[in-house]
């Protein structure tokens, strides 16, 4: 049962243009959502998080978009090579629901900058 | 301030073998976390510890895993006896206890291989 879901296993993006990168999650009890960006033999390094009540939340060069009818996020970003190739998780948890942190992540997507 | 540090970075054990890992959270976190990470699948949730107690162990596959964190500092996580897929990579990651959300902050990683 897969809550979090990324269905773009990967994506290529030219530098200087926009890249998209999507998640959906099926828990209506899902309240903070964060995107992780990792290197290969490194753990993820956050990138920006948001809470349900918001629907969009902007940190430097990174934004991140709530749609929570559609229960979908998506992070926006212009990036460069080759520090941003990388694969980038989803994440979501329920904190309401006091379950602390703990983190539902989805299977990542690994974006490719091509300069 | 050191991030999370976890050791060793890498350990290849025989199958029935036993093998400790450890987690030195950021100072003054008291959330810990424990994720593992098979065969470059989706980052999935173990356990949380909240300073020296259990808050949720719901991940856990079986009791051949047993994590602790006395006097609520560093957590280890043992796996007696290993079997072959229990292979993968555990990350540890930590946060603040505090009102609202927070991000957790990831270790690097110990890349377990069970041969």
């Known amino acids: 049962d897969q809550q979090v879901k990324q269905n773009s296993p990967s994506l290529s993006v030219q530098e200087g243009r926009i890249s998209i990168l999507n998640c959906d999650y099926t828990?209506?009890?899902?309240?903070?959502f964060l995107w992780y960006k990792k290197y290969p033999a490194e753990g993820p390094t956050f990138l920006i998080s948001?809470?349900?009540?918001?629907d969009k939340n902007e940190d430097g060069r990174f934004t991140v978009f709530l749609n929570k009818s559609a229960k979908h996020l998506s992070l926006h970003s212009v990036p460069s090579p080759p520090g941003d190739s990388a694969v980038y998780f989803c994440a979501a948890s329920a904190w309401r629901a006091n379950q602390g942190g703990k983190l539902i992540f989805g299977q990542g997507t690994e974006l490719s900058v091509k300069p | 301030e050191a991030g999370v540090t976890q050791f060793p970075s890498h350990s290849v054990i025989e199958k029935g073998q036993t093998v400790t890992l450890r987690c030195d959270p950021i100072s003054g976190h008291d959330n810990l976390y424990w994720y593992r990470r098979v065969m470059g699948k989706e980052i999935k949730f173990l356990l949380h510890f909240v300073k020296e107690s259990k808050q949720d162990e719901s991940g856990m596959p079986n009791n051949r895993f047993l994590a602790e964190r006395t006097g609520g500092t560093y957590s280890t996580l043992k796996v007696q006896p290993a079997e072959l897929e229990d292979s993968g990579v555990y990350f540890c990651?930590?946060?603040?206890?505090?009102?609202?959300?927070?991000?957790?902050?990831f270790g690097q990683g110990t890349r377990l291989t069970v041969v």
């Open positions: 948001i809470s349900s009540i918001k």
């Open positions: 990651a930590s946060s603040q206890v505090r009102q609202g959300m927070t991000e957790a902050f």
């Open positions: 828990n209506s009890m899902f309240d903070y």
